[in-house]
């Protein structure tokens, strides 16, 4: 699935994320997919990402820090 990178600024997102205390609200604004994604036409998926703690299953991503699986995707996604 891919996902429009172009909604958001990935400052206006933190920003969003930070501002926000709910959950659910955060997992929205990040974009937050239970599927892998694409950027530009390449794959990406949680388990690629720096902030994924792989023996948690976790995002440890400041402004998310939630719970998910590897094969998941957000616009926060990092190498």
């Known amino acids: 699935m891919s996902v429009d ?3 958001d600024s990935t400052e ?3 920003t969003k994320l930070r501002a926000t205390q709910n959950r659910k609200a955060r997992a929205d604004i990040a ?4 599927q ?7 794959p990406q998926e949680c388990a ?5 703690l792989a023996r948690r299953g976790w995002c440890d ?3 998310l820090d939630f719970p998910v699986d ?3 995707f957000c616009k926060l996604w990092r190498i």
């Open 48 to 52: 690629t990402c720096i902030y994924f």
């Open 5 to 7: 990178m172009s909604i």
């Open 36 to 42: 892998p994604g694409e950027i530009d036409g390449e």
């Open 61 to 63: 991503l400041p402004e």
């Open 70 to 72: 590897s094969d998941w």
């Open 12 to 14: 206006e997102i933190t």
């Open 31 to 34: 974009g937050l997919i239970r």
